[in-house]
């Protein structure tokens, strides 16, 4: 299960089988989404597998995780999203108004995304060979001339931003899958960052890079940008943006608010004599409201994320080996 | 199952429940892959699911389809297939060897058929939830200026070719699925058809149509063009290039070989005046060598496909209702 986790033996699978195999430059870039070039048009092209278990939580639906993961995928390219394609995995025996409530939400969410699903495929397997609805999406978007945003642009000096709570999505999973109440409501982050991207750019084309901290959380994110970099990150702590209802649930889980998924959010590696506009253009959009300064890029320990932790002290972020939460979108 | 089949129950899904869903305007074509504008070029764009049983066959396995699949869908709409996604949605278990051997098999294809696979996801499912490998890819295309394949092209009076023997894929699995043999070893026909569809462009950019009948075979395929153009579709059935061991196959397996599933097989409507060299060019083709006219298009019975028989009489060739052999592809 760890190898679909988002963490470690994810990007060894990634380096040590996937690109070896296909051979090619791109898929070795390691972003979020491809950049390429086809007929004149700079393109983000991106895809992800959807398999969140329920298909319905607080805050979404699987439906909404497949436009919004996808849609994310290619704005941490800094593109502008516009075409969806979906694939279906049905299960036999899935009721009928269970694909449609899938259907419709990722219709909705497409809408408010701004983008157009233009081609499909459903495929149906035997009972006891999927589990109702697993869905593939891939996303095509334009990138505007002189944006260049990807982990490798990450340089000491950058300030780190996080755009608002996390951990949000990850918990609510967790509490409507194991049935338990943490006194607030829980609601999933899910969420298209197509439009807070846009209001970055808008500041700003010179973004170094973005990220959406999904699977393996902010914690895999900084990580995976520190190793493509080849730069140190250190986080401050106390500046983290940790929900009082989330540290709660994740103290009664076991679990560490760094490496739980987000859908809603991003983090943003900016010179720093743009971070206090960019910081401003975030916090002035209803999806970045929350938005704060975490930490900064680092010429020392390359590679390497380190936590200053709210006692004064460090610690070193590790990528973690898989996902805490197995099937969490 | 019938849903994921390719005949009228998958287009009663598509055309009662995703369209709608989804709203926009270019799934309504149900053509193989979208054609769409973005950046000043005009792409075609088109996803496939995987789940094919076994995972390897005589001829190929999963990682040929999924390249093989999604190239011809782009190849026909006319486009130069370019890049491609690959989503894993994988079982808990499966033997690393197995992923690694698909995705070798998958880079082999994608070199051989000239696109690069550049981004790409993995999932994992717990044991009993999945089969081994699912698939996922999504293609991208530049489609030449001046082309213009699609459905609703059909007009009275085109040429119907197929550019080589039917039911060769869906008879490799089924028997190598149910151990059968039938004296002759009988081999998929999985190849990817770009080059094949650049030679007849290059004798004429003006074919109406292109299809290649995959799930619900070369019948499936001519009902929907019927359908999309309001247009007859007369075949003669001796003209059907039918091999004898599928035939013979077909015959123990109770299958009729215009509904068994291809996947290196095209159907064209192509003008009158420019068929004999378009059949030229495909026969000059290694993967058109076999082509043959197989009818014609016609005013009358408008959506119906009709078979001259081999005894001089004739029978409606219906649109299946679901596949005949789940998870052919």
Request: glycine letters at 16%; one cysteine or more; charged letters at 15%.
């Amino acid at each position: 299960m760890g190898h679909g986790g988002g963490g470690a033996l994810s990007a060894e699978l990634v380096a040590g089988l996937f690109a070896p195999a296909y051979g090619g430059r791109t898929l070795a870039g390691l972003a979020d989404s491809a950049v390429l070039e086809l007929g004149g048009a700079r393109l983000a092209f991106s895809t992800d597998s959807y398999v969140v278990r329920p298909l319905f939580f607080p805050g979404g639906s699987i439906g909404d995780l497949a436009v919004n993961g996808t849609v994310n995928d290619l704005a941490m390219s800094g593109a502008r999203p516009a075409y969806l394609s979906c694939g279906f995995i049905l299960e036999e025996g899935v009721e009928m108004a269970v694909v449609d409530r899938v259907a419709k939400a990722l219709g909705a969410a497409a809408r408010a995304a701004g983008v157009e699903v233009v081609t499909g495929d459903t495929k149906v397997v035997e009972a006891g060979r999927g589990d109702g609805v697993y869905l593939n999406t891939a996303g095509l978007g334009l990138v505007p001339a002189g944006v260049d945003i990807r982990p490798q642009r990450a340089v000491p000096g950058d300030v780190v931003i996080v755009s608002g709570d996390i951990g949000l999505h990850g918990v609510a999973i967790m509490s409507v899958r194991e049935g338990l109440e943490f006194g607030v409501a829980i609601e999933s982050d899910c969420a298209a960052l197509g439009g807070l991207v846009e209001a970055m750019l808008a500041v700003t084309p010179d973004l170094h890079v973005l990220r959406d901290p999904t699977r393996g959380g902010l914690g895999a994110a900084l990580n995976e940008i520190a190793a493509a970099a080849g730069v140190g990150v250190v986080v401050n702590e106390r500046s983290v943006p940790v929900p009082p209802e989330v540290a709660n649930a994740c103290a009664v889980l076991g679990l560490d608010p760094l490496y739980v998924a987000n859908e809603g959010k991003l983090v943003a590696f900016v010179p720093r004599g743009e971070a206090d506009a960019v910081l401003a253009a975030l916090r002035a959009h209803p999806l970045g409201a929350g938005a704060a300064v975490i930490g900064e890029c680092v010429a020392e320990h390359p590679g390497t994320v380190v936590a200053r932790t709210a006692f004064g002290g460090t610690r070193v972020v590790d990528l973690p080996m898989g996902e805490q939460l197995p099937r969490i979108c």
